[in-house]
């Protein structure tokens, strides 16, 4: 008889920073997607790139301190367009224009560190710890404040040319419609970004209560109130045109949704159903799946790491 000897595999951390317009989250993460020990701090983004890293410098020595294993590295998610370690432009954020992160984290703190877009490190995140493992072609989608995402094919990410893919509320569904700080008119994000969406229903939502917000429509609509479930029907609407164009012009079947709007699942994805089955392709709508991502909270953090793993 042979006895094959197996030995365990070797799990091995690193940090991961999700860097937000308020807040930073941070975590020394394992290998197999465990978050070992969290913090939490204000961003001072309002305030200048020099606070920022600050922050950041922060975040990176509590989590240090008192963590005696070896880190691999630190990776960072960040708004905006991230090349070479290099954040350029992240809206909302003050007075920042370029800033070499990559170079001076691994200047200050003798480690390989990793910068990519925040949400291409949520769609990584998804495709090591969450329903990645399952489906190896999918495409991420961060419903918020803004509409963003990543595209996962053949089991790794694709950032495209300048390492700007994913821009998924960029996509024109109304030729004629109102106009989106991308400046781009009828685009997805016109209609399903969290305050284009609460400006343009504000007649309809004000019939419920004043200074609405989602949050706030989600909890009537879990209580039964009629406007509040019409108006996440109407964002399942729009969100299934937004799928239906996205799974024809790719061939893929597969749409997981993240950000804080996707906590409104179960109010709005029948009707984001009914709208694929009704105008995708044939080979496309007896076969597909739009599925909440069950690592949402983490996956920031999670995919910040899986820069450094990866």
Not at 81 to 108: A, C, M, Q, S
Not at 177 to 198: D, I, K, Q, S
Not at 236 to 253: E, P, V
């Amino acid at each position: 008889m042979i006895i094959l000897e197996t030995h365990p595999k070797k799990v091995t951390y690193a940090i991961g920073i999700d860097l937000g317009g308020t807040f930073i989250k941070s975590a020394i993460v394992d290998s197999g997607g465990k978050l070992i020990k969290q913090f939490k701090t204000e961003s001072g983004s309002d305030i200048s790139p020099k606070k920022v890293i600050e922050q950041i410098e922060k975040s990176i020595q509590k989590l240090k301190k008192g963590f005696g294993k070896e880190l691999l590295g630190i990776g960072i998610g960040a708004p905006g367009i991230v090349t070479d370690g290099i954040v350029k432009y992240p809206p909302n954020f003050r007075n920042w224009k370029v800033v070499k992160l990559k170079d001076h984290f691994e200047k200050k703190f003798k480690m390989e560190t990793v910068a990519d877009n925040d949400a291409n490190c949520a769609g990584l995140a998804e495709l090591k710890f969450g329903h990645g493992k399952k489906y190896r072609n999918f495409i991420f989608l961060t419903l918020g404040t803004g509409i963003g995402g990543a595209i996962v094919l053949d089991g790794k990410l694709y950032r495209g040319e300048q390492n700007g893919a994913g821009e998924f509320g960029m996509m024109t569904i109304n030729f004629d419609g109102p106009e989106c700080l991308g400046g781009n008119r009828g685009a997805v994000e016109a209609y399903l970004g969290r305050n284009y969406f609460l400006e343009n229903e504000k007649t309809q939502i004000g019939k419920i209560g004043r200074n609405m917000d989602i949050d706030d429509i989600q909890k009537l609509a879990a209580k039964n109130n009629k406007t509040a479930k019409e108006l996440f029907k109407k964002y399942g609407f729009y969100l299934g045109i937004g799928i239906t164009n996205y799974f024809n012009l790719m061939d893929t079947r597969t749409a997981i949704l993240g950000g804080g709007i996707s906590n409104a699942y179960k109010f709005f994805i029948s009707e984001c159903i009914k709208v694929i089955k009704e105008r995708s392709l044939k080979t496309i709508n007896k076969d597909f799946r739009v599925l909440r991502s069950g690592i949402n909270n983490d996956a920031g953090v999670l995919g910040a790491a899986a820069l450094i793993f990866d």
